[in-house]
Every structure is written in structure tokens, then in C-alpha cells.
């Protein structure tokens, strides 16, 4: 017979047995849930990582000197490549401490022609209205600084440019000097557009800042008039700027690298 003493007692002991049972999942479901959480903050970390050490959150440096509003990249089917192999050869990474010294003829007619995998570029200088820009291609051209160079930035987003000059690659490589800014007034930049056919020198968005960078226009686009224009690229480099063009980016947001592989092979710069 179990007296009401230990009948009191077995109930208590069984609800103690419960609460501990409850608590005991309680305590299991509060360790899975914290360590789901865990694993979501690290993966989110690590992914923020892997994105700063891309570039893709890290500045590199310069100005959108370079390109319109940022968006963000979305996927992108990638268009066939229209551009032939690279001819082999290595980049030079030669620099220099200072401007070299003006020794062109500023009356005279200078062309540039860059030789690329997607077809050839030829370009009209403005000898007379951009001295210092046009020397100091004529100078790097001569030591074979753009040969065998990338373009490495395409925008296809409210302006529309081929940027290239940079033989690493990488949209912060330079000459080791910079060349004054010129012809910021010139009569072909109304109402603040660089029309199609331009080629203008790019810059750190500060004055006088250009190095070896530069842009090639291939639609109208609206840019602050702070950009040296020194060239105008002919008909036929104008289909090899479409035809660039139409490939289309690599980030699918309008700003990266083109997916057609354009590479300078040769650079050169001739007076006539």
C-alpha cells in the first residue's frame, strides 16, 4: 500500500522529471538554433570577404573618371567573343619620375594607330590643341608601353567608353608621371557630351592628373568637361569599337571588363 506521503513524494519527483525534460530540449533546440545562426554569420563574413578582396567592394583607387552611376551586377549570359588571340609577347611595366620633354611639332599632323585583336584603331591627334598629351603618347608608343596591353574596362551604362592605357591591367597602373590637362574647351564639347569618335584622356578626378589612361567613346555621352579630348578615332575604328561594344561587359551591371578580349598588340604613333 503506498501511503499519500510517498504518493506526494512519486508526483513530485515526476513533474521534476518533466521540467528537466522539457528544459533538456529546450536547451538542444536553443544549441541547433544558434549554431544555424553561426554558420549563416559565417558564411555571410566569409562571403563579404571574398567580395572585398575581389575589388568588388574595394575601391581601386581613382575616380569614374571611367564611368556613369554604379549598379549592381546581375548574371549575364556572356556573348561569343569577337576578337582574335594576342599576339605573344609580355607587357612592359616601365616607369618613368618625370613628363618626357616636349619634342613633337605642333604644327604637324600625328596619327595613332593601335593595332588590337578586335581589328585596328586608327586615331587622328590634336597635335596643336594637346601637345603634352600627344608627346606623351608619341614617347610611350616609341618605348612600346601599350603593346601587348588590355583594355580592361568596357561601360555600356549612361556613358558609353572603352577604357585602355593600363598595362596591368588592373585600372590603377600609370607611366610613373602625370601630363597637364589640355583643350578642356574644345569646340566639339557641347553641352557637356563627348561625342562618339572621342578619345580622351582619363584621370584621378583631380586637375592635371592624367597618366597613360585613356578612353575611346563609342555613343554620345555626358561627361564634366574635365577630361582632356586629344583624338578622334576614324570610320572604320568606329565598327571596332561596335563591334567591342556589342559584346557586351562581364559583370552584366554596364561597368567591367569587356567580354570581347582586346588587347593592343602594337601602338604606334606617326607624324605626316
Same mark, same amino acid.
Given at each position: 500500500?503506498?501511503?499519500?506521503?510517498?504518493?506526494?513524494?512519486?508526483?513530485?519527483?515526476?513533474?521534476?522529471?518533466?521540467?528537466?525534460?522539457?528544459?533538456?530540449?529546450?536547451?538542444?533546440?536553443?544549441?541547433?538554433?544558434?549554431?544555424?545562426?553561426?554558420?549563416?554569420?559565417?558564411?555571410?563574413?566569409?562571403?563579404?570577404?571574398?567580395?572585398?578582396?575581389?575589388?568588388?567592394?574595394?575601391?581601386?583607387?581613382?575616380?569614374?573618371?571611367?564611368?556613369?552611376?554604379?549598379?549592381?551586377?546581375?548574371?549575364?549570359?556572356?556573348?561569343?567573343?569577337?576578337?582574335?588571340?594576342?599576339?605573344?609577347?609580355?607587357?612592359?611595366?616601365?616607369?618613368?619620375?618625370?613628363?618626357?620633354?616636349?619634342?613633337?611639332?605642333?604644327?604637324?599632323?600625328?596619327?595613332?594607330?593601335?593595332?588590337?585583336?578586335?581589328?585596328?584603331?586608327?586615331?587622328?591627334?590634336?597635335?596643336?590643341?594637346?601637345?603634352?598629351?600627344?608627346?606623351?603618347?608619341?614617347?610611350?608608343?616609341?618605348?612600346?608601353?601599350?603593346?601587348?596591353?588590355?583594355?580592361?574596362?568596357?561601360?555600356?551604362?549612361?556613358?558609353?567608353?572603352?577604357?585602355?592605357?593600363?598595362?596591368?591591367?588592373?585600372?590603377?597602373?600609370?607611366? *610613373?608621371?602625370?601630363?597637364?590637362?589640355?583643350?578642356? @574647351? =574644345?569646340?566639339? $564639347?557641347?553641352?557637356?557630351?563627348? #561625342?562618339? !569618335? &572621342? +578619345?580622351?584622356?582619363?584621370?584621378?578626378?583631380?586637375?592635371?592628373? *592624367?597618366?597613360?589612361?585613356?578612353?575611346?567613346?563609342? @555613343? =554620345?555621352?555626358? $561627361?564634366?568637361?574635365?577630361?582632356? #579630348?586629344? !583624338? &578622334? +578615332?576614324?570610320?572604320?575604328?568606329?565598327?571596332?569599337?561596335?563591334?567591342?561594344?556589342?559584346?557586351?561587359?562581364?559583370?552584366?551591371?554596364?561597368?567591367?571588363?569587356?567580354?570581347?578580349?582586346?588587347?593592343?598588340?602594337?601602338?604606334?604613333?606617326?607624324?605626316?
Amino acid at each position: 500500500m503506498v501511503s499519500q506521503e510517498q504518493r506526494r513524494r512519486q508526483l513530485a519527483r515526476e513533474k521534476f522529471l518533466r521540467q528537466q525534460q522539457r528544459r533538456t530540449v529546450a536547451r538542444r533546440k536553443a544549441r541547433m538554433r544558434n549554431s544555424v545562426i553561426a554558420s549563416v554569420l559565417g558564411v555571410v563574413i566569409i562571403g563579404s570577404l571574398a567580395l572585398y578582396t575581389t575589388g568588388v567592394l574595394k575601391d581601386d583607387g581613382t575616380k569614374k573618371e571611367n564611368a556613369g552611376s554604379e549598379v549592381s551586377p546581375s548574371p549575364t549570359s556572356k556573348a561569343p567573343d569577337p576578337c582574335e588571340k594576342p599576339a605573344e609577347g609580355k607587357v612592359k611595366t616601365a616607369t618613368w619620375k618625370k613628363e618626357p620633354e616636349l619634342t613633337i611639332d605642333k604644327s604637324a599632323k600625328y596619327t595613332m594607330k593601335l593595332a588590337t585583336t578586335c581589328g585596328d584603331i586608327d586615331i587622328a591627334l590634336k597635335a596643336s590643341a594637346a601637345p603634352h598629351t600627344v608627346n606623351s603618347f608619341d614617347f610611350l608608343a616609341g618605348k612600346g608601353y601599350f603593346d601587348h596591353s588590355r583594355c580592361h574596362r568596357l561601360t555600356t551604362s549612361n556613358i558609353y567608353v572603352l577604357q585602355c592605357g593600363d598595362p596591368t591591367g588592373t585600372g590603377t597602373g600609370g607611366p *610613373g608621371y602625370t601630363i597637364p590637362d589640355e583643350n578642356l @574647351k =574644345d569646340k566639339s $564639347l557641347k553641352d557637356n557630351i563627348y #561625342p562618339a !569618335g &572621342t +578619345v580622351a584622356m582619363a584621370n584621378t578626378g583631380q586637375k592635371n592628373s *592624367g597618366g597613360s589612361q585613356f578612353f575611346l567613346v563609342f @555613343k =554620345d555621352s555626358q $561627361l564634366p568637361p574635365s577630361y582632356t #579630348p586629344f !583624338g &578622334t +578615332v576614324s570610320e572604320s575604328g568606329m565598327k571596332v569599337l561596335k563591334k567591342i561594344a556589342d559584346a557586351g561587359e562581364s559583370t552584366g551591371g554596364g561597368d567591367g571588363a569587356p567580354n570581347a578580349t582586346v588587347v593592343i598588340n602594337k601602338a604606334t604613333v606617326t607624324k605626316s
